[in-house]
């Protein structure tokens, strides 16, 4: 039976993601234990191969269909590859759905990620050769398919000795993780970080790379009856502390700080409340990395110990719009975030207060003045994100953003 393996699973794209599971099973079966539900349909030809392919944007329980694709002939600089992993990420679906950052042409096969060995080369291939492993450099390339004739130039090869499941997710889990914990902060050895959905693809690849940096991790998932079993797997990676997302708002947390420094950096793959109280627990001037929205809730700001906490929060994405329409969402929220506050505590509406307001209105306008001109203007600030590659591949989950936090103090 197929299973997905991304871990983390959106509740309202669950039933998305196992219908594609259900077409997927008809394209990958079992072989042996050693490839698992991954392996490829036997007896295919080398001019045809089969394909999860979707002509219009929708559900995609509605739009992929199984279907026999042409492959093109092998030229001088392209490759033959047979697919051996292809998960199955919430971008994927994204991407189907028509709400990704970055849409292929359509018809489009599904599939970001994955790997691939490669069958054949053409006469003027280099760096790749018959029995190599292989993993897509850029998003959209199609991975839901058994074979396919691509330009060298199009993969990268990675070590065939390393776990199947661990090269067909190489090119995005991991290197997000790595990318938002050096790229926000400077982190040392013995300092801390928060995160939630710690026990997602991402939440487990930062445990690993920052254990390996001497940097604390403090691991945040919701309560469940598996609980100390799943604690005990994310410590026996590398976590510091595993805890309940409970944990934050009790003194459980205030103990746990006792022994662990505060965090510098908070990583948020889930929003809403989750994400609210990784705010409360930072370190004054520490930075909150959201890559994620699984709560489908908006980021909310602590009033904490008499400060309002105001972060401009500024996605990445490899799409300019995409990015300046989160940023002013964002920027928004929190002005009506503070409007509420001031209603919510007329005592503290004094003069020293009102000049605080007129103070935010007036960079808040201008945030949003500089926001538009770069997108008209097409400013290289918004340039394709460059800092979301790693060894030459994209990462997927391209909403990187960086806390720059602002405090005004009520008095």
């Known amino acids: 039976m197929w299973v997905p393996l991304h871990a983390v699973c959106l509740r309202s794209q669950r039933v998305c993601r196992l ?9 990958f079966r079992h072989r042996d234990a050693s490839v698992s539900h991954f392996s490829l349909l036997a007896g295919l030809s080398a001019q045809t191969c089969k394909a999860l392919v979707y002509r219009t944007h929708g559900d995609p329980s509605r739009v992929v269909q199984l279907e026999g694709v042409a492959l093109p002939s092998l030229g001088a600089k392209d490759v033959l590859v047979k697919v051996l992993a292809a998960p199955i990420n919430p971008s994927d679906i994204n991407m189907i759905q028509g709400t990704y950052a970055i849409l292929p042409d359509l018809p489009a096969v599904g599939g970001n990620e994955g790997v691939a060995q490669v069958v054949e ?5 280099k760096s790749l050769k018959a029995g190599d492993w292989v993993i897509p450099k850029d998003a959209g390339l199609g991975t839901w398919r058994t074979q396919a004739v691509l330009p060298e130039d199009d993969v990268i090869s990675v070590p065939n000795d390393i776990p199947l499941v661990s090269a067909a997710t190489l090119g995005v889990n991991p290197c997000t993780a790595f990318r938002m914990l050096s790229d926000f902060e ?11 959905a710690a026990n997602s693809g991402v939440g487990q690849a930062v445990i690993q790379i920052a254990a390996a940096r001497g940097i604390n991790t403090i ?36 103990e746990l700080f006792k ?19 990784l705010l409360r627990h930072l370190q004054i001037g520490g930075s909150m990395v959201t890559y994620g929205g699984m709560s489908k809730q908006p980021v909310t700001v602590p009033v904490v110990r008499g400060k309002l906490h105001l972060p401009f929060l500024q996605s990445f994405t490899l799409d300019r719009r995409g990015a300046c ?16 506050t001031a209603k919510r505590f007329p005592n503290i509406m004094n003069s020293h207060f009102k000049v605080q307001m007129f103070f935010f209105s007036f960079m808040l306008y201008v945030y ?14 918004f340039q394709r994100c460059e800092g979301s590659r790693i060894l030459g591949n994209t990462v997927e989950e391209r909403s990187l953003s960086w806390y720059v936090g602002m405090e005004f103090q009520i008095v």
């Not at 100390?228 to 990676?237: M, P, Q, R």
């Not at 949003?368 to 600030?381: A, G, K, P, R, V």
């Open 19 to 27: 219908s594609v599971a259900a077409a997927v099973s008809q394209c």
């Open 121 to 125: 080369v053409g006469s003027q291939v």
């Open 186 to 196: 400077d982190l040392n050895p013995g300092d801390s970080v928060i995160q939630n």
């Open 219 to 254: 691991n945040v998932i919701r309560d469940r009856p598996e609980f100390t079993e799943l604690s005990d797997k994310l410590k026996a990676i590398g976590a510091s502390h595993v805890i309940k997302e409970e944990a934050l708002r009790k003194h459980e947390i205030k």
């Open 259 to 277: 022994t662990c420094p505060k965090p510098k950096l908070a990583l948020n793959g889930v929003g809403g409340k989750s994400a609210t109280e």
């Open 325 to 340: 329409s989160v940023s002013v969402r964002v920027v928004l929220t929190l002005f009506s975030h503070l409007l509420d």
């Open 368 to 381: 949003m003045c500089f926001l538009l001109l770069l997108l008209f203007l097409e400013c290289s600030y």
